[in-house]
């Protein structure tokens, strides 16, 4: 499992820095494009699509471009997220914010030129991918990140700010904001390893059950987690008077529901009939991980 | 020819419309995506491509959804310019910017939104378009608005101001800021269209010297506009000191410039062999707007 971790990762940033590096564009952007891929991110996403690929015994490279193509999609919303109107953070991952290096104007062309050649990225895979496959990858990604998906979640969670939530409604966010690229992630590689129907339909319901159990998590490490693993300010949920799911189920409560999940993902991953065993070791880092 | 535009206007216009209404999305994200796209656009992109179809005999209806895809991308594009760090605009066509209606975060998620949603749009097509001519139009889009053109051009833009510019840097900007985004236009009429490679390259020059007219008009009318037809405030340039065609060139270089690059646009329409009327008709639209 580490070992796959340990191979697959430097493979990703590879790519990822290569990818930017050959584009013909301004220096500036370029620079603030790469500032934030190589900030040091888990590539929890890419990771969970190689992953599945090796679940149908496929290798990882033939996903490469839809694995940068994601990543490349969450580090545009964490650079716009970041922004003084959003979530006005100066700290990512342990360094200075995109705007704050770069400033605004370009944190905001950097997010939308990673947005948009992520697109560029799948449409241009090599033949060994289909057309009909690569038209589903972009349509679903264009919906997992979209006005229905992510950038859904980030309205509802702005839209949120300051209110009393009910479980459902903080369900919502999560689902969108961070739960439908970790669901694409693992469907992406479904799609490109061939399942079957019956096969994607439980890798989507544990990649479900997972999303959640990351967001959980998340909350959990807002309180319990350190400044110096975090590479980012801890208690800001509090401060921010925001509702997590310690707020509302208690601690007790949010580590019983963080398990829940983590027991549903893993028993959806035994009925896909799939070599299992890299998509359970991720969803145990997922429900224990300190960073 | 105005009985074309007359039909297909209100094609665009409804279609952008029922498509952002159709989406399962919070409402303030929706108001915020339509506002803009429901402020009044000359719709001179798609109305381009819906011409370049007629061009070879073919009806609007099959490149509706690229035509909406570029109309929500320009749409996005003019969001994120007016923004408070970029132009910092009040008054876009006559009404109040996205965001001084709905706030900066929301402002940036619906440019986020309209962008992602293009490509949905596209991906989504029906089976009257192959698979093959559907990644090219969506690989193509991402390339004319993404770090290799739009985006590109926005980056140069921006580290221009204040700067004294060369008439070469001045065209990069242009060529790159709004020329690849309306050569695109006229591009994907051609390969729905089904055009000839000699015909696609005569319409890719007839669209390069298009897209300069259009922006050397856009300089011109800062000067000689009035605010009523144009919706904005004019003499904006002067003020923030900006290098133009105008500045560059003289008013009347600038004109010479203008006609120079219509006359050009009309010689390659014509080797490309095509019912070029509307095309013309077009060229001399942009000639001589006022708006």
Redesign the interface.
């Known amino acids: 499992m580490e070992q796959f971790l340990n191979e697959n990762k430097p493979r990703i940033d590879a790519a990822l820095s290569a990818y930017i590096a050959g584009?013909?564009?301004?220096d500036?952007?370029?620079d603030a494009?790469l500032y934030s891929l190589e900030a040091g991110g888990k590539r929890i996403r890419p990771l969970l699509l190689f992953a599945t690929l090796h679940a149908f015994g496929k290798k990882s490279e033939i996903g490469l471009p839809v694995a940068c193509a994601i990543e490349m999609i969450h580090t545009?919303s964490l650079i716009?997220d970041d922004?003084p109107?959003?979530d006005n953070d100066d700290l990512r991952r342990g360094k200075p914010t995109n705007h704050k290096v770069f400033?605004?104007?370009?944190a905001?062309?950097a997010?939308?030129?990673?947005?948009?050649?992520a697109?560029?990225l799948i449409?241009?895979m090599d033949n060994r991918v289909?057309?009909?496959v690569?038209?589903?990858l972009?349509?679903e990604?264009?919906?997992a990140?979209?006005?229905?998906g992510m950038?859904?979640g980030?309205?509802?969670d702005?839209?949120g700010e300051g209110q009393p939530l009910s479980l459902s409604q903080l369900e919502y966010i999560h689902r969108h904001k961070t739960g439908k690229m970790l669901q694409y992630s693992v469907l992406a590689g479904a799609w490109l390893a061939g399942a079957d129907d019956a096969q994607v339909a439980q890798l989507d319901e544990f990649a479900s059950h997972l999303g959640l159990a990351f967001q959980i998590r998340d909350d959990i490490l807002d309180i319990e987690g350190t400044e110096e693993k975090m590479g980012k300010k801890v208690g800001s949920d509090i401060e921010n008077e925001k509702v997590t799911y310690p707020s509302l189920l208690t601690m007790d409560g949010a580590k019983e529901k963080l398990y829940f999940h983590i027991e549903a993902a893993k028993h959806c991953l035994k009925a896909a009939r799939v070599q299992e065993e890299i998509l359970r070791y991720i969803c145990d880092l997922v429900a224990t991980r300190d960073y």
């Open positions: 584009l013909d564009a301004p500036t952007l370029k494009m545009y716009h922004l109107c959003m400033g605004e104007a370009t905001i062309l997010g939308d030129g990673l947005l948009t050649y697109f560029q449409a241009g289909s057309a009909e690569k038209l589903k972009i349509a990604l264009a919906k990140a979209g006005p229905e950038v859904a980030q309205m509802a702005i839209e």
